[in-house]
């Protein structure tokens, strides 16, 4: 069995250094910077919250217990309701990411089924991710599916 455990805040900086690892996967190029900082800080915090509005769920590495080798981070955003999802809580997954040297484990797997059994247990049945071809498979297998939802995206300027 694949021990699988909830993240806490002072896992935040090993979070976002598996952030990293999976925008650099999905060809992101991926520089340091205040994000990386920024990130850890916000991660601490949502990680301490007593609403539970986020979540991460660990594997840690067998020879190295302090770093971890795959994470999952989601998040329960409450929104309209509409036809599809008549509740107004929607799950979001936000990082899946497994180190290179500790893939093909069932870690991401494990972390994920642990990620979708805290939805469940607060009663979100809509979860929605963004896979890439190389995480793709795993979600499939979860029972996720392609959707057509045209997407669409503005940036502005900070003011």
């Known amino acids: 069995m694949i021990p699988v455990r909830r993240a806490t805040p002072t896992?935040?900086?090993?979070?976002?250094?598996?952030?990293v690892v999976m925008l650099s996967g999905m060809g992101a190029p991926v520089a340091g910077?205040?994000?990386?900082?920024s990130g850890a800080d916000l991660l601490r915090r949502q990680l301490a919250?007593?609403?539970?509005?986020v979540a991460a769920f660990v594997v840690a590495r067998p020879d190295a217990p302090?770093?971890?080798?795959a994470c999952v981070v989601g998040a329960i955003d409450e929104?309209?309701?509409?036809p599809h999802n008549p509740s107004p809580f929607k799950g979001y997954v936000y990082n899946v990411a497994t180190d290179p040297g500790y893939r093909r484990r069932g870690y991401s797997r494990a972390c994920m089924r642990?990620?979708?059994t805290w939805y469940a247990e607060r009663g979100v049945t809509r979860v929605d991710?963004?896979?890439?071809?190389d995480g793709?498979?795993?979600?499939?297998?979860?029972g996720f599916v392609r959707t057509p939802d045209p997407a669409m995206r503005l940036i502005t300027r900070a003011r």
């Open 49 to 53: 919250d007593p609403a539970e509005r």
């Open 114 to 116: 642990a990620l979708l």
């Open 11 to 19: 896992d935040a900086d090993e979070l976002m250094r598996l952030r």
């Open 136 to 142: 793709e498979p795993l979600y499939t297998a979860l």
């Open 79 to 82: 929104r309209l309701p509409g």
């Open 66 to 69: 302090q770093t971890l080798a």
């Open 129 to 133: 991710l963004r896979a890439s071809p």
């Open 33 to 37: 910077g205040p994000w990386l900082t």
